[in-house]
């Protein structure tokens, strides 16, 4: 599986850093977000994480291009029945 870190665009409070997190770990984005506060108000790194993610990271597929994506994983799968 090739899977890739994007911006969330659809689970987003700022930027999209944390939902972009939470998709491609595939947990819940309020764990991410809690993460994220502890690492801020702890150690005071989480800040410039942030900034530089949501600086560097690409923005995810637009919706449109997620569903046309997902119709072409199921055409051409090898459990499609023609």
């Known amino acids: ?41 702890g150690f005071g790194v989480g800040i410039l994480v942030y900034i530089l993610l ?5 923005k995810g597929p637009s919706r449109i291009q997620q569903y046309k994506d997902d119709m072409n994983k199921r055409l051409h799968s090898n459990n499609y029945k023609r």
């Open 1 to 41: 599986m090739n899977k890739k870190f994007y911006l969330s665009r659809t689970d987003k409070q700022l930027a999209g850093v944390c939902g972009g997190i939470a998709e491609y770990f595939n947990i819940n984005s309020l764990l991410v977000r809690i993460g994220m506060l502890i690492l801020v108000l």
């Open 54 to 58: 949501a600086l560097l990271a690409p």
